[in-house]
């Protein structure tokens, strides 16, 4: 037996003697190696890029500042970013397996599921559209979000992605700039009122400068 040795991968080789059934056997087993470690280099290879895919992946979505989520075609989590455990309380591990319409409230679960089947209904060919709902954290605080969904495929499954925004704070500023727009049109109302009356004192300065004159004049006969 003869060894040979390739770059990532330890053939072993046979020295190809003796009877013509021995050689037969051996051309087959040293063609044998010689084609497992080919596949053995291109499997290394390709779960080398598929490694760096991923990182690369990850990188990406550890420095959203959404959350992002994703689930296989029965709901069930896949993925868990780090924003997603700032809106939700959930670590990774937590997360992982856990059903994503976990993270809804009932009354807004057959949204979510509607939105959902309006993307399995197209094939997925579609993102789906954005919506306003609420999520659950941990801790059961509500935590008012925006929902994005696309999709990808896993053999012939679907899966989804969720990409979601905590909107707490824009909620927050619609509502003050909502108070102070009322501010405003309360102040503008005042404001013409106040005009309104200093017309009609006006108004009304002149007719009594009119009376008062004409009493004068009374009193002044009398």
Not at 67 to 95: K, M, P
Not at 105 to 132: C, Q, Y
């Amino acid at each position: 037996l003869v060894f040979a040795v390739m770059p990532t991968w330890r053939v072993l080789r046979l020295d190809v003697r003796g009877p013509a059934e021995a050689r037969t056997m051996a051309d087959a087993f040293n063609h044998m190696t010689v084609s497992i470690a080919h596949w053995h280099d291109e499997a290394d290879v390709r779960a080398k890029r598929l490694g760096e895919t991923y990182e690369r992946f990850r990188s990406v979505t550890e420095s959203a500042n959404d959350a992002i989520i994703s689930a296989n075609t029965q709901g069930s989590i896949l993925f868990w970013s780090r924003r997603a455990r700032a809106v939700f309380g959930y670590s990774e591990d937590e997360a992982l397996g856990r059903p994503l319409t976990s993270l809804f409230p009932e009354r807004h679960v057959a949204e979510f599921t509607r939105a959902i089947e309006e993307l399995h209904a197209d094939g997925g060919k579609e993102s789906g559209s954005t919506i306003e709902l609420h999520g659950v954290d941990q801790s059961g605080r509500e935590v008012p979000i925006e929902l994005s969904l696309s999709t990808w495929m896993v053999d012939t499954s679907i899966c989804y992605t969720a990409v979601i925004r905590d909107i707490t704070e824009r909620q927050h500023a619609a509502a003050a700039l909502k108070q102070r727009d009322e501010e405003l049109r309360q102040a503008q109302k005042m404001e013409a009122v106040g005009r309104l009356a200093g017309g009609v004192a006006h108004d009304f300065n002149n007719l009594l400068t009119a009376i008062i004159g004409y009493s004068d004049l009374a009193l002044d006969t009398l």
